[in-house]
C-alpha cells in the first residue's frame, strides 16, 4: 500500500509530494493542467474490459539505467491511438459520470498524471504528452460537461478525440517542427475558440450556460509524477518495469479496497502485484531473470511471438497459446505457488485462498491476446477460471515442464507412456482451449442433461476436475480431445461450435466459419470423428465431460433417464471400449409396472422440459431452414403463428404464476424463521 501523501523534507521548499510503494518513492507536484493537454491513460479497470480496440504495449523508460517517470504507449498507428482515447472515454461515461457535480464545483480531486510517449509501429513521429493514470471518470465527465448537456457519450468522446488531436496538416518545408509541437499548436487554437466563447457569454447580467461550462472545465487540478527512486538492497523490479509497477501499486490502493474496480481488473492488480512482491522478496527459489520474463509476459509487455527469444528456446512457437501455457507453467509451479498465494492473500485481505480463488486470478491474465476477438464468451470463459479452470491436482502439486511442439497429437503416445511433462502439457493447453471457446463451462445445474446443441453435459463437476480426468494416463480418449483441441485452437477468432444453435442463426456469418473443434473417434486413423458424409463431427460440451469420464457418464444417463421421458443425447466421441450405440447403462431399460405419484410427476415435469427444449430447437431448425424457402411458400402463415403464440403464451403464463407462488412462500417462510430467531434473542 502506499503511504499517505506528504512533502518532501529533502526537496528545495518542500514543493515535491511523496508516495512510497513496495519498491519505489515516487515523487510529484500538484499543479493546474489545461483538460486539452491531458491524455486518458492504461489502468487496470479500462485495460480488463472487452473492447474493441486493443490497449498499446507499455514500456518503461529509463535514464542512464535508472528509472524515470516516462513510459512509452506504442499503437500501431495515430488512428489507432485516436480511437483508443475516442473509446476510454465513450467507455468510461457508459459506466457512470460526474458531470453534474463538476458542473457545480469543477473537478476537486486531483487527477494523478504523468509523462508519457506515444510511439507507433508504422513509423510515424512520435508524440509526448500528458496521461491520467487515476481519475479518468472525471476527465471523461469534464468532457462530458464542456460539450453540453444534450450531448450524448459518443459526443462527448468525439469532441475529446478531435480537440485533444485537432487537425493536421502536413508539416512545411524546413520548418522541422515535430508532430507533438504541430498537435500542440492545433489545441492552442482550440483553447483560443473556447476563450472567444466564454468572454462572449460571460457579458451581460449573468454568465450564460455556455461560459459556466467552460469555466469549470478549462483546467484541472493534477498530482504529475516527476521522480522515481528506487529503494536499495534486496530484490527488485528492473529499471524499465519499477515506474509503471509503483503507478500501479498507488491506484490499486485506492481501487481494491475503496472505488473497487469490476472483478476481472481487480484479479489482474492482485496476481501482478504477488508476482511483483515474490521477485522483490526473493521467494519461490526462482532466479530473478526467469521471474522477470513471467512478469513481462503476465502484463502484456513481452509478446507470444518473443517467447522463443526469451526463453531461448527455437523450439517454442511462439503463438498466444503457448503464452498461455508457459504462464500457467510458471504462476502454479509447486515452487512459486505457495508465495503467490500468499502474497494474493496479503493485498486482497484475505485469511484464506482456496485453488479455485487463486484460479480466478489467471483468468483475465491468461485470456490477453484474444480477449477481444472471443469478446462474445470471456464471462463464461473467466467464469470457468473461477470454477477452478486448468489447476488441476497434478498440475499444481507435480513439477512438470512444457514440451514445445508444432503439432500437439504428436504428445498423446507419449503421454499415455506416463509421461507427465507430455501429459501435463496437454492438459493446459487443451484445458486453455476448451474453456477459451466455451466447450467447458462451470459447474452449472442448468446444463445438467440438457440437449447438446443448448450445452448439455451428463453430470456436473468442477472445470479442474475435468481437465484432470481428460488428462489422466488411461484416459485415451480424454487425452486425445485435449490434444485437439489445442492443436485446433486459434486466437483470431471464435469457432463454430462455441455458440448455441440460436447465437449462430443472430449471426449468419457464424454459420460459414470453418474454424471449429472436432469430436475424437478413436477408431479413425486421425481420431477425428465424421459424420456419414465425411465432414468432422463438431465437439460439444457434452463429447468433453463425457470423455472426462465414460463409466460415470453412462450411469448418470441411466440413473436420469426415466423411461417415459425423451432419450438423452449419447456423445458423439466414440473409443473402442464402449460405443455409443449400446442403450444406457450398456442394457435394455426395464419398464416398471407401477409408479407412485411423486415419480409420475417427476418424468412429467422432465417430459415438458424436454418438450420445451424440442420446441425451441424446432423454432430455431425452422428458422435455418428459411432463407432457402424463398419468398413463396411462407414459412408460417398469420394462421399458424396465432396458434403457436396462444399456446406458447398459455404455458408462459401458468409457469410465471407458479414460479411467482412459489417465490412468495419462500419469502414468507424466511419472514418466519427471522421472526422466530428474533424471538429466541
Known sequence: MATQLRPSKTSAGGLLLEEHVEGATLRSVLSKVWLLELFPGIQPRTGMEVMETADPRVEGVTDNGQPSTLLRYTYKSLEHLRSHVWQTIQGTLALNSYAPSILGRKVTRALITHPVEFAFEDGTESIYGLVVRDGITRLASAWKVLAGPAKTADDAATMAMEALF??????????GKP??????????????????EFTQDWAGSQPGLRAIQIAQTYVM??????????????????????????????????????????????????????????????????????????????????????LPKEYENDAIPGTP???????????????????????????????????KGYAGLLGPIVDHPWRNTKRDVTKQARNA?????????????????????????????????????????????????????????RNVGSALMAPKEKGGVPFRADVNDIIGDLARRDNELG??????????????????????????????????????????????PDRIARDAAGQ????????????????????EVARRNPPTSSAVPQPTSTSPQESPAEPAGGQPAATPTTHTTAQRAAAERQALKDALDNARHALDE???????????????TIQNLEQLHTVAEDVKHELYQRLKAEKGAAEQEDEEAGEESGDEG
Not at 179 to 196: D, F, H, P, V
Request: without cysteine; glycine residues 6%; hydrophobic residues 45%.
Open 179 to 196: 508532430l507533438t509541437q504541430r498537435i500542440a499548436a492545433s489545441r492552442e487554437a482550440r483553447r483560443q475558440t473556447l476563450t472567444t
Open 385 to 441: 477460471w473461477a470454477n477452478g479452470g486448468v489447476l488441476t491436482k497434478d498440475i499444481i502439486a507435480t513439477p512438470w515442464e512444457p514440451v514445445p511442439t508444432s503439432d500437439f497429437t504428436a504428445l498423446v503416445e507419449t503421454a499415455l507412456a506416463d509421461d507427465d511433462n507430455a501429459r501435463l502439457t496437454l492438459a493446459v493447453a487443451g484445458g486453455i482451449a476448451l474453456i477459451a471457446d466455451k466447450l467447458l463451462t
Open 622 to 636: 425452422l428458422t435455418k431452414l428459411e432463407p432457402d424457402l424463398g419468398t413463396w411458400p411462407p414459412l408460417f
Open 321 to 355: 497459446l503457448w503464452r498461455a501455457v508457459y504462464l500457467v507453467h510458471a504462476l502454479t509451479h509447486p515452487d512459486l505457488l505457495g508465495p503467490l498465494k500468499e502474497q494474493s492473500k496479503a493485498i486482497k485481505g484475505d485469511r484464506r485462498m482456496s485453488e
Open 166 to 175: 485537432g487537425t493536421l496538416s502536413p508539416a512545411k518545408p524546413g520548418d
Open 221 to 306: 487540478p493534477a498530482q504529475i509524477t516527476v521522480g522515481a527512486q528506487q529503494h536499495p538492497g534486496g530484490p527488485a523490479l528492473a529499471a524499465e518495469d519499477l515506474f509503471d509497477d509503483a503507478m500501479r501499486s498507488i491506484l490499486a490502493s485506492v481501487h481494491l479496497e475503496f472505488k473497487e474496480w469490476d472483478q476481472a481488473a481487480q484479479n489482474v492488480e492482485v496476481a501482478t502485484r504477488a508476482l511483483k512482491r515474490v521477485m522483490q522478496l526473493g521467494l519461490g527459489g526462482w532466479h530473478k531473470d526467469d521471474l522477470q520474463v513471467v512478469y513481462g509476459l503476465a502484463v502484456g509487455r513481452t509478446s507470444p511471438e518473443e
Open 479 to 524: 487425452l486425445w480431445t485435449l490434444a485437439l483441441a489445442a492443436q485446433r485452437f486459434e486466437a483470431g477468432r471464435l469457432p463454430r461450435n462455441s455458440a448455441t444453435t440460436r447465437q449462430i442463426i443472430r449471426k449468419p456469418t457464424a454459420a460459414a466459419n470453418d474454424y471449429v473443434h472436432v469430436a475424437v473417434d478413436l477408431s479413425e
Open 536 to 555: 468432422p463431427v463438431p465437439l460439444t460440451q457434452w463429447d468433453v465431460v463425457w470423455a472426462s469420464d465414460e463409466s460415470r457418464a453412462r450411469k
